[in-house]
């Protein structure tokens, strides 16, 4: 169940939300109500290993 990063194209509010599986609810905006939103690109989180679950640039500090 991985959770989206969404922006909504009427009011720019960023939001997240839990998705299920065979979810086919349409995703829209909890500030406004709008349903013109899109997802957002963000930095996956990876446990175990060396990654430490951060997100690491070549210079190996994390986005901000």
């Keep these: 169940m991985p959770i989206y990063e969404y922006q ?6 960023c939001f997240e ?4 599986a065979g979810d086919k609810e349409a ?3 909890p500030e ?3 349903s013109e939103v899109h997802k957002l690109m963000s ?3 990876f446990m175990g290993g ?9 210079s ?5």
């Design 8 to 13: 909504c194209d009427h009011c720019q509010h």
């Design 17 to 20: 939300k839990l998705v299920f």
């Design 27 to 29: 995703v829209t905006c």
């Design 32 to 34: 406004c109500a709008g």
């Design 43 to 45: 930095c996956a989180s």
């Design 50 to 58: 060396s990654s430490g679950g951060i997100c690491k640039t070549p």
């Design 60 to 64: 190996g500090s994390g986005f901000s």
